[in-house]
């Protein structure tokens, strides 16, 4: 049972345009959620966070949404760069031993 | 900031040989240590945690005789996939979690491709 979804595998949006990467999840329990970024052969690095008390977050280009009643968050980046480029995992931790589960990613391309 | 050095980055290795991957913690002490897997164009899954001094929980259906988890400080893990077959040919990374003033941080390393012939 797949408790964080991502169920677009790749989206293409042009640069300085908004890019919107969606994630839904089935576990309540999540204390909050994180979105990661990742280069292939490289490790995943930390984007935004927001805890499941609230409903957005904001860190320069990036804002996180959280919609509770529909399990549903979504990450904005605007405007888009090139370097933007990569694979992004939305993941939640499971409180009770801290493990992060990775929804499958989606691969944004930022097209000239 | 917190760091985790993982090593080796990439290893080709023949089938029926074993690999260790090393992570270590470089500036703070990791009690904890996940390892995950990456298949092509797949998700992160959770192979294992190993916890310093103690044996490592596994996920469902990994086998822990073949991939052996020693958490033996608490700045160091390693797993050793052993008799390695062409089918454990994946990238795998390790994570520590660090307390943070507002919750708990994540601290990847930067992967070792594994490619087994």
Sequence with gaps: DQQVKQNSPSLSVQEGRISILNCDYTNSMFDYFLWYKKYPAEGPTFLISISSIKDKNEDGRFTVFLNKSAKHLSLHIVPSQPGDSAVYFCAGPMNRDDKIIFGKGTRLHILP | ?117
């Design chain 2, 1 to 117: 900031g917190a760091v985790v050095s993982q090593h080796p980055s990439w290893v080709i290795c023949k089938s029926g040989t074993s690999v260790k991957i090393e992570c270590r913690s470089l500036d703070f002490q990791a009690t904890t240590m996940f390892w995950y897997r990456q298949f092509p164009k797949q998700s992160l899954m959770l192979m294992a945690t190993s916890n310093e001094g103690s044996k490592a929980t596994y996920e469902q259906g990994v086998e822990k005789d073949k991939f052996l988890i020693n958490h033996a400080s608490l700045t160091l893990s390693t797993l050793t996939v052993t008799s390695a077959h062409p089918e454990d040919s994946s990238f795998y990374i390790c994570s520590a979690p660090r307390i943070m003033g507002k919750g708990v941080g994540y601290t990847f390393g930067s992967g070792t491709r594994l490619t087994v012939v």
